[in-house]
C-alpha cells in the first residue's frame, strides 16, 4: 500500500508541476501576442534571419570548396582531374549565384507585394 501511495504522490506532483510550467509559459508569451505583430511579420522575420544564415554559410562552404577546386586545378597533372575541378568550379559558382539570385528576388518583389495584395 505505501509503494502505491508514494506512486500516486509522485505522478501527483508530476502533474501539477507541469500544469504549473504550461500556465506559466503562456503568461511569458502574452507580450508576444499582443504586440502590434501579425503571425506573417513574425514568420517574415524568421525567414529573412534563416535566409541570411544560409547566405552566410553557403559563402563560406563555396569559397573553401572553389579553393579546393582551384587547387587540383593548379596542381594536378592528371587531364581527368583537372577537367572535374573546372567542373565543379562552374557548379559551385552556378549554386551560388542562384541563391545570391532568389534573395535578391524576393527582397525586390518584397516592397510590390504587401498585405496579401499587389501594389504597382
Do not use: H
Request: net charge positive; glycine share 6%.
Amino acid at each position: 500500500m505505501s509503494k502505491t501511495l508514494a506512486l500516486k504522490r509522485r505522478l501527483s506532483t508530476g502533474y501539477w508541476s507541469l500544469v504549473a510550467m504550461g500556465v506559466s509559459l503562456l503568461l511569458s508569451l502574452q507580450p508576444v501576442f499582443a504586440a502590434d505583430s501579425t503571425i506573417w511579420t513574425k514568420i517574415s522575420e524568421v525567414m529573412k534571419d534563416v535566409y541570411g544564415q544560409l547566405l552566410g554559410i553557403s559563402t563560406i562552404v563555396a569559397v573553401t570548396a572553389a579553393a579546393i577546386a582551384l587547387l587540383v586545378r593548379m596542381i594536378s597533372r592528371n587531364q581527368r582531374a583537372v577537367d572535374e575541378a573546372t567542373t565543379w568550379l562552374k557548379r559551385i559558382l552556378i549554386t551560388w549565384l542562384i541563391l545570391n539570385t532568389l534573395g535578391f528576388i524576393i527582397a525586390y518583389l518584397n516592397g510590390f507585394i504587401s498585405g496579401g495584395r499587389y501594389d504597382v
